[in-house]
């Protein structure tokens, strides 16, 4: 049997670093709750960082209440496979978004072969970067 470590924010920032697949929790104006399946990375300050589109309703989501909170798994899913961010997330649109853009593509995915085209692509879809801070991590324990 594997034994159960309680997951802490550095733990968690690595899981992401290694650990892509996720789904994004938001707030809809009415207060439901609104989950999206996301690519997650983690950007050098030690946030989690979301590619969107800017017209995306996760985005509009965050404008309006920046409380959000990720579930990130590997491929196995079960298990330790899995932790949960909690924070609040700022919206980082273009031109000042590509930057991070890039980072997370390299990150999530490895080296593009066409930069040029992949910057072409980001501002015709209008990408934003999603950066939530995470202030808190889950699993504390196992039940």
Not at 64 to 81: I, K, L, M, S, Y
Not at 90 to 97: G, K, R
Not at 124 to 134: G, L, N, Q, S, T
């Amino acid at each position: 049997m594997v034994e159960f470590a309680p997951m802490d924010i550095p733990t968690a920032r690595d899981f992401l670093a290694r650990h892509h697949w996720g789904v994004l929790t938001t707030r809809r104006k009415e207060g439901s709750l609104q989950m999206s399946p996301v690519t997650v990375g983690i950007d050098p300050n030690g946030r989690a960082i979301i590619s969107s589109r800017e017209t995306a309703y996760k985005v509009n989501n965050l404008r309006r209440d920046p409380r959000a909170a990720v579930c990130v798994f590997t491929n196995e899913f079960h298990g330790e496979g899995w932790v949960q961010i909690n924070g609040n997330a700022e919206i980082l649109s273009l031109p000042q978004a590509m930057e991070t853009l890039v980072y997370l593509e390299r990150q999530a995915k490895g080296e593009n072969r066409d930069w040029p085209s992949f910057h072409q692509r980001m501002a015709r879809e209008k990408r934003v970067i999603i950066r939530i801070r995470i202030d808190n991590v889950g699993p504390k324990r196992r039940g």
